[in-house]
């Protein structure tokens, strides 16, 4: 018991480490009107493990855009996921709840299905309202993974309730997960290319179905027959640079006012597909490929910033929702010689540490000092 009364204490430390750097950036709009409130970008990524990044002792990949935010800001040593797998840990962020404590005790426990209903109640302060109420624009781009509708979801009808409803104005990305179908993009609340004279079918496979070598992880066949122009839409390859696009525009489109930016990628979970240009980029295969993709998703969110003049008075995190996972992908990284959590043991679904300690650098000019790392390495 004390091994998993420890597991919640670490969890909560990560939870209130978040709070406290969003809920500080949140005062500032009370105080001295001369003062702009400042900008918050969260980046939360998908399954990348504590060994991942250049600044966390990876060797086999390069990340110097995340490796320089570590080095303009600080670096967590200590930071802990909500749980070691997605929906949860997502639901812990967004509500800052444990999530086997969600709704009424039922709890939140594993990944979510494709027709599961919206798991947090609007009634919930998310971290999407909280910068609402403050007067932020808000918005949510990249996976979701945490339902829509009420009962059953019904994906050829408006998905709601849903992001819009937890408090952000905007929101688009992959409604589940990469792997995992109706294999489809949400803009807001419908899908995107949705036509209601060739609507989503279940159980009427889609003809047209990607295969990927086995290196680039499991995906799951899909389901789904109909909205064939919605399906054509959706490129596996193509998603990384979707979503960071979509997420410049926001920044561009809201740069007048102060803004948070929720930024959960589909990198680096599997299948790992890489755009063509980050192919055979690292020394870890597929897996490194992808983590490189995510390292200029972020460059260009920290570039967009700093173009716009943005960069001195932005808040921004990048951490991950669980530790890496040892799938067939992260297995042939392994003998590459890559640490996907470095020499903690365990990964993602475990309960070891290896499952739930993330890599969390943060940045916000003026406020947090450039340079260092939590806790304090000994002298």
Known sequence: MSHFRNLEQEEMKLRKLILLLLLQSCVLLSSSTAEQPPNVVLIFADDLGYGDLGCYGATKVQTPNIDKIAADG????????????????????????????ANGGEGVWGP?????????????????????????ATAAIGKWHLGFGKG?????KP???????????????????????????????????YDPNDPIVFKKPYSKTTTYPPEAGRKT???????????????DEKTGTLLTEKAVTWIEENKGQPFFLYFPTTNIHHPFTPA??????????????????????????????????????TLIIVTSDNGGMFNRGGQDAFQAGHRQNGDLLGFKFGVWEGGQRVPFVAKWPGKIKAGTVWPPLPR
Not at 84 to 99: E, M, N
Not at 308 to 313: E, M, V, Y
């Open 276 to 313: 063509p240009q980050f192919k055979g980029t690292s020394q870890a295969g597929l897996y490194g490929d992808y983590i490189h993709e995510f390292d200029w998703m972020v460059g260009e969110i920290v570039n967009c910033l700093a173009n716009n003049g943005l960069a001195d008075n």
């Open 112 to 136: 979510c299905s494709h027709f599961q209903s919206l798991l947090i109640d609007t009634n919930k302060l998310t971290l999407g309202q909280l910068f609402k109420n403050k007067g932020y």
């Open 159 to 193: 998905l709601r309730p849903g992001p819009l409803e937890l408090g952000f104005d905007y929101y688009f990305g992959v409604p589940k997960v990469n792997s995992g179908f109706p294999y489809v993009y949400v803009e807001n609340d419908r899908v995107v290319g």
């Open 221 to 235: 066949p899909n389901a789904v027959g109909g909205a064939k122009q919605a399906h054509a839409i959706y490129d």
């Open 152 to 156: 059953k979801t019904d994906w050829n």
């Open 74 to 101: 600080r670096r967590f040593t200590d930071a802990h996921s909500a749980s070691a797998v997605c929906t949860p840990s997502r639901y812990g962020l967004l509500t800052g709840q444990y999530p086997f404590r």
